[in-house]
């Protein structure tokens, strides 16, 4: 066993094991905010996979995030309300479905978006990603049937076939199991043959193209899946919090999952888990003691892309990710 | 004489007022190996930019196994049986040697969008892309990565992948480069034997090589090929003498 893979054991153990004790203590809030680790984890697992994996630095995955949230919102209020959605099809208050619907709008929209942006790279792209972003951003606050400004409130967490969603341990549950499902999908992924692809394409994208692999086709694919991966955890973020607004949408939250990956580890399996356990530890207790407690984390961050390029998985595990 | 697989007419390239390629038209034909030499500057590498898709012409046509390749990208002209070596090696610098040459047996196959089985189990990548390391007597050095080998290493590192991917022919922009006497003999015997798998079109300064190997050698003065013909031919042209071996002959 490598090293990283025993920090990475460490991680998913700790992640999981402080809840089971916090709940065992009575002390749902903290299954709560680990539960927030998990899902700020998943979204930045999605995004590893294009930025980490591809080189794709996009500035737009809140756009992803959001609607995977939104899908949650509209789908429960109008199963609540008892309002078909359009025709005869009617709202779900079921999360495997309400899943599969943010899976799906994710990558759907994922398509024109990664089809347009990928013809650009560099600063361009990042800016292109963040304006697509930004006007699903301005469409959801000016919309005002699913709450425009104010955004949606669930009235109640969402259904899961045998489980109590309502307690904050199952909900944790529910979620760490999803995080681990696509952390076992990140790693066999990076693995496989388009992982490699996807790889030699951040690396060097006109070897790949020498070799007969157009670059363009790997990346709009690795971008939609990233963003499916991103609204996966949009969908559960929403449930989390049982709301949903646009903030989820703005290019601040693009930008926390950017700095997830950074702190934890680009490219990373682990990095994003990291990542996410770090920033909401300084949330909380920096958040507890100070209204600029994002100061104290920008200088962390100052600090890792300086001297920690590998982020915290690098500095705990050393070595270089291929060899 | 067999159809050419590789049929250049009338290409020209211009970057503002520098005619970079100047109405060049030449042909590679089966079992060939054709060089192109001239002076430094005089839009070698443009052309193999050309050909192979990293540069669009301004007019002119390129056909390649009787098809005319001029509006596919580069991707689409390697997947015809393109194969290029670059002028300074580029290669997935993270990688091992063997993965950049599994990378070509995979795009050879045509099989990238797997997404669950891992390619460092997957036999029907690693056992051809060994052999390839082996052939270009790289092997030993399978698993280190690209950005650790030696000038020379890398080299012969994009050999082996142009070797992985079956080519119809091969697009080789100076392989000798930067290799030592010893090293660029070797080379020329392997190249030497290449011919008989697919045709190549070979820029290369070092003119023991080109006597060596050329069944065709077309000189490329300002973008414009100034003779073309066999290598006696080529030594013993007058023009060719005074633009371009005077120098160095």
């Avoid at chain 1, 969908?235 to 709301?243: C, G, P």
């Avoid at chain 2, 930019?49 to 991707?75: E, N, P, V």
């Avoid at chain 2, 290029?84 to 610098?93: D, G, K, T, V």
């Amino acid at each position: 066993m490598s090293r990283e893979t025993a920090v990475n054991l460490l991680l998913a153990l700790l992640l999981l094991g402080a809840p089971l004790m916090a709940a065992g203590m009575g002390e749902p809030f903290y299954v709560t905010l680990a539960t927030r680790v998990v899902v700020l984890a998943l979204a930045a697992v999605g995004l590893n996979l294009a930025l980490g994996l591809g080189g794709l630095l996009s500035f737009g995955h809140a756009a992803f995030f959001g609607l995977g949230g939104y899908v949650a919102g509209i789908l429960a209020t109008h199963a609540f309300n008892a309002e078909p959605l359009f025709a005869d099809i009617p709202g779900t208050t079921s999360m495997p479905l309400i899943w599969i619907t943010a899976v799906a709008v994710a990558g759907l929209v994922a398509l024109p978006i990664g089809a347009i942006s990928l013809r650009t790279s560099g600063v361009y792209f990042i800016m292109i990603t963040l304006a697509f972003a930004q006007m699903i951003y301005y469409f959801a606050i000016s919309w005002p049937a699913y709450g425009g400004e104010d955004g949606l409130s669930l009235s109640m967490r969402n259904a899961f076939p045998g489980v109590n969603t309502a307690k904050p341990l199952p909900y944790f549950l529910i979620c760490y199991a999803a995080l681990m499902a696509m952390l076992v999908l990140f790693h066999r992924v990076e693995g496989s043959r388009f992982g490699s692809a996807l790889q030699a394409a951040r690396q060097n994208g006109t070897r790949l193209a020498a070799v007969g692999i157009a670059p363009f086709n790997i990346r709009l694919v690795a971008f939609a899946v990233s963003a499916m991966i991103t609204g996966f955890a949009g969908a559960l973020y929403a449930d989390l919090n049982r709301f949903v607004g646009p903030s989820m949408l703005s290019w601040h939250m693009s930008g926390e999952l950017i700095v997830l990956i950074i702190l934890g580890g680009k490219g990373r399996l682990f990095g994003p888990v990291a990542g996410a356990m770090i920033f909401v530890f300084f949330e909380y207790v920096l958040g507890g003691i100070t209204e600029r407690w994002q100061f104290f984390l920008g200088l962390i961050l100052l600090g890792i892309v300086l001297f920690a390029r590998g982020g915290l998985l690098g500095l705990l595990s050393g070595k270089p990710r291929h060899v | 004489m067999s159809e050419p697989v590789l049929e250049i007419r009338d290409l020209r390239k211009s970057f503002g007022a520098l005619k970079a390629t100047d109405g060049v038209s030449l042909e590679l034909r089966p079992g060939q190996i054709h060089a192109l030499i001239g002076p430094n500057g005089a839009g070698k590498s443009t052309l193999i930019h050309q050909i192979a898709g990293s540069l669009k012409a301004d007019s002119g046509t390129i056909r390649f196994r009787g098809r005319d390749i001029g509006g596919l990208d580069m991707a689409a002209r390697a997947r015809l049986g393109l194969a290029r070596s670059f002028q300074i090696s580029s290669l997935a610098q993270e990688f091992s040697a063997l993965r950049n040459v599994m990378l070509a047996v995979q795009a050879r196959q045509g099989s990238s969008f797997r997404f669950f089985r891992q390619v460092t189990h997957d036999k029907a990548l690693i056992e051809p892309a060994m052999a390839m390391l082996e052939r270009v007597e790289l092997a030993a050095r399978a698993h280190v990565p690209a950005a650790e080998l030696s000038h020379g290493e890398r080299r012969q590192l994009e050999i082996a992948i142009a070797l992985a991917l079956s080519p119809r022919a091969f697009l080789f922009d100076e392989p000798m480069a930067g290799m030592g006497p010893e090293g660029s003999k070797r080379l020329t015997s392997f190249l030497d034997g290449l011919r008989h798998e697919a045709p190549m079109l070979l820029v290369e300064h070092d003119m023991d090589a080109v006597f060596a190997l050329a069944d065709r050698v077309s000189v490329l003065v300002y973008g414009r090929i100034i003779a073309s013909g066999t290598v006696d031919e080529i030594r013993s042209d007058p023009d060719v003498r005074r633009a371009y071996l005077g120098e160095t002959a």
